[in-house]
């Protein structure tokens, strides 16, 4: 059997020797580098499965590095960890592609668990990216648009899980087509001629949602006129989609847990439980883990519900499905207004094509059909545009960055634009210098020496030049 080959990036030698010595009596092959460009110079000499890396390094930092690991390599499962942790920097790692996130100081037993279920997660995910899959079952998925081999992947990973009842969690950014990919479970499932039944759990409130899974009993609370099935019920030999499944408060997540457990429901205000037969497909585009490590979800309740893990691509990792999407939408909204738009010129399409899509394809679907409904007909050029995506804001930088007629001291217009990065810096990161550096991609006594250098100030108000 291949042993695993796993990179530790630390500018730490002492932290980096001590997690190097624990995995490799574990009996994992273990490289180690300095920084993240270090790291990035031995990756391309050397097979590796797995990344660790610290955050705060010099040169290339954690969280670029992570994002030009997933651009040379995305196969590559990357565990990230720092001492400086705040819920931005994990949004951005998390975003940029990394697999999980702990704090310092961590156990390491813990650290070998993140790192098998990185690997098991990542023997199911990319296989994809060695051998191209070969799609039985393509018209069943003909709703899920894309030819990038991210989704190539994706479309067999369906394949595989469809005819197995284990429970599937999809996870991903808002808009990426979760409900999409759980329809095509189904779709392809044995239980495709039962119902498919989807709740989402973050639009239902709190004190109704019980009832919407479990059903009630008639006089079981106020307004309970009539007896009334649940949503389990109704996907009874089917499929139940549990969308936002990280919104499920604590309660219900242990009467979801026992549901799990012993196929039985008890409706509300009932004296007795209820076999089903349920197959169940949760998603959500938060972190669980770090809803687990928080204790705001319960860890035995998500591992039964991530026994099969799946993660949607972004629309910015598989940019190359942008043209079919358009095509397709477009397709539709002429269908559905009745207009004649014949597409987008070559200028329009690149711009297009170079946005970061934070809103996925949901985002790129909505802006199609305001394209379709504005335009009418004919071809769509940059000016047809909204600002954002034509890049408009840089104009503004333009203007201030005009040159006076009677020209200006450079010099002291340098000086003047440092001393705004470095206040914006400190003031975005709480006056934290470490993490105000990495903002700035300088090193911390880099930043120390230029505020004393500058006599820049930070206090209770605003910071100020004295």
């Known amino acids: 059997m291949e042993t695993t080959r796993i990179l530790i990036a630390d500018d730490d030698k002492k932290t980096r020797d001590f997690v190097a010595a624990f995995l490799s009596y574990r009996g994992y092959q273990v490289f ?17 499965h797995l990344v660790i890396t610290d955050i705060m390094m010099p040169r290339v930092n954690g969280l670029e590095f992570i994002k030009k690991l997933k651009a040379m390599r995305p ?3 990357t565990i990230a960890y720092s001492a400086f942790a705040n819920s931005e920097m994990t949004a951005n790692l998390l975003k940029a592609g990394a697999f999980f996130y702990l704090e310092k100081p961590f156990n390491l037993e813990e650290l070998e668990t993140h790192v098998k279920r990185g690997l098991e997660h990542q023997a199911l995910q990319n296989q994809s990216f060695r051998t191209k899959p070969c799609i039985k079952n393509r018209s069943l998925l003909n709703n899920i648009i894309g030819e990038s081999d991210r989704m190539l992947a994706l479309f067999e990973l369906i394949e595989k899980v469809a005819d197995s009842d284990s429970t599937v969690l999809l996870q991903g950014e808002s808009g990426t087509g979760k409900e999409l990919v759980a329809r095509a479970i189904h779709d392809l499932s044995g239980r495709r001629t039962k119902n498919f039944v989807p709740v989402n759990c973050a639009a239902i409130p709190d004190d109704l949602l019980e009832s919407e899974l479990f059903g009630h009993v008639k006089g079981s609370f106020t307004g309970a006129v009539a007896t009334r099935i649940g949503r389990f019920e109704m996907a009874d030999k089917g499929t139940l989609f549990l969308d936002e499944i990280g919104d499920m408060k604590p309660n219900l997540q242990v009467k979801l847990l026992r549901v799990l457990q012993n196929r039985e429901l008890e409706p509300v205000g009932a004296t007795h439980s209820k076999k089903v037969d349920v197959r169940i497909i949760a998603a959500t585009n938060q972190n669980l883990e770090k809803l687990v490590s928080s204790k705001e979800f319960r860890e035995d309740l998500y591992y039964r519900l991530s026994v099969i893990p799946i993660m949607l691509p972004p629309l910015r990792d598989r940019k190359g499905d942008i043209p079919l999407l358009i095509n397709s939408f477009m397709e539709k909204f002429n269908r559905d207004k009745q207009h004649k738009v014949k597409g987008l010129d070559r200028s329009a399409l690149e711009i297009l094509c170079c946005y970061d899509w934070p809103g996925n394809v949901r985002e790129l679907e909505n802006l199609v059909e305001r394209l379709v409904i504005l335009k009418g007909n004919g071809i769509i050029t940059p000016h047809d545009l909204p600002d954002k995506y034509r890049g408009v804001r840089t104009s503004v930088i333009q203007e201030t960055l005009a040159l006076p007629e009677k020209g200006f001291c450079l010099n002291s217009a340098v000086e003047e634009f440092e001393n705004k990065l470095i206040l914006q810096a400190l003031e975005k990161t709480g006056g934290n210098k470490k993490e105000a550096a ?7 006594t ?5 505020l004393k250098k500058k006599k820049l100030i930070f206090g209770p108000r605003m910071m100020s030049s004295s």
């Not at 990495?438 to 911390?444: C, D, T, Y």
């Not at 880099?446 to 230029?450: A, D, R, V, W």
């Open 32 to 48: 180690q580098a300095s920084d993240g460009q270090d790291a990035l110079e031995k990756i391309e000499l050397n097979d590796v």
């Open 75 to 77: 196969e590559i499962v």
């Open 438 to 444: 990495m903002l700035l991609n300088l090193k911390r």
């Open 446 to 450: 880099t930043l120390i020496e230029k």
